[in-house]
């Protein structure tokens, strides 16, 4: 991303963090730092794959986003380590999910599709040279993440973390109904997988949405049920190939965020992995907004192709006046 759009996924992670949490926790409470500010020092960490200490240093030598946050001084590494082990849960991580999905609910229900799908991280930080010197070994077993994808902007509205490795079909209920908590939709994608009679069941009779999920091929038992039958006789494959997009976010995860995880003990491992689907989701949001916004009014549509480094010029008057105070203070 450019130079100023960091600024802006600051900007984004500060106004997720201020609906999701209040300023202070208690009336007691020293008042050097906001919740919301540790919380989006957190997400910033995650998203610059920082250690708690780099993201301190970060802090202390970097001004512009010290103003975004509203940051008198940077806060220490014990600080943000200490918030992330006693404030930062599971229900706070589902309210900052379902924040990051409202000012784009304004496609209709009917013409939603979300897609399902599971991948796994390791909690190993070796390089591959070692691995490979040691030689194969068993494995016991990995931080596993299922993730439900909103296709059109490709936004995860659903997740859940837990030990893996486990069965797929097992994960649709949960992550369908909390899809459904936190954005209503009408069709569901899954690889075979999560194919099921029971799932199927689930989609189109509990919560009344069209259920696609490949059949899964069985040696010389055709499906005998209603729902898979269905599906292997009648297969549509034109909707089906919409499901690729939840491979791209899973891709776009582990190679701008990484897919070796920090954390040590298994609940903050399964913590750090519903922290990236809201960083993702931020950073998702921030990069639609700056090319949206920012770059798409300044940079001229009949401008030719050029392999020349280009550089964001400063805006007008006119174009400061539609843009977020932050760019207003950064360009004069």
Not at 43 to 70: C, G, N, P, S
Not at 143 to 168: E, N, S, T, Y
Not at 257 to 277: H, N, S, V
Request: glycine share 4%; with cysteine; proline share 7%.
């Amino acid at each position: 991303m450019p130079d100023r759009s960091l600024l802006v996924m600051a900007q984004r992670a500060y106004q997720l963090a201020h609906r999701a949490m209040p300023e202070y926790a208690s009336k007691f409470s020293k008042r050097t730092f906001t919740q919301p500010q540790l919380l989006t020092c957190l997400i910033l960490k995650a998203y610059l794959r920082f250690t708690y200490r780099e993201m301190e240093a970060w802090l202390v030598a970097t001004d512009r986003v010290a103003r975004v946050l509203r940051l008198g001084r940077a806060p220490d590494h014990s600080t943000l380590c200490w918030f992330f082990q006693h404030k930062v849960d599971a229900p706070l991580l589902d309210r900052l999910l379902r924040s990051s999905l409202r000012p784009l609910g304004q496609e209709s229900a009917r013409q939603r599709v979300v897609a399902l799908d599971s991948t796994g991280f390791t909690a190993e930080h070796c390089s591959r040279y070692y691995q490979w010197r040691r030689g194969p070994r068993r494995l016991r077993g990995f931080p596993k993440w299922a993730l439900a994808v909103w296709l059109r902007p490709q936004l995860i509205c659903a997740q859940r973390a837990h030990a893996g490795p486990c069965r797929d079909f097992d994960e649709l209920p949960p992550l369908a109904h909390a899809a459904q908590q936190a954005l209503p939709y009408r069709r569901l994608l899954g690889d075979a997988g999560f194919d099921s009679e029971s799932n199927h069941w689930y989609c189109r009779e509990w919560l009344g949405v069209e259920s696609i999920i490949a059949p899964f091929p069985r040696r010389g038992c055709p499906p005998r049920t209603r729902w898979r039958r269905l599906m292997s006789q009648n297969f549509p494959r034109r909707l089906y190939r919409q499901r690729w997009k939840v491979e791209t976010v899973i891709s776009v995860v582990k190679r701008k965020f990484g897919e070796a995880l920090r954390a040590r003990t298994e609940p903050r491992q399964y913590r750090e992995l519903l922290l990236l689907g809201i960083v993702y989701n931020v950073y998702r949001r921030a990069r639609r907004f700056f090319f949206a916004v920012i770059v798409s009014p300044i940079t001229p549509r009949s401008a030719r192709i050029s392999t020349e480094q280009v550089y964001v010029c400063s805006p007008s008057r006119s174009q400061m006046q539609t843009m977020p105070a932050i760019w207003c203070r950064s360009s004069r």
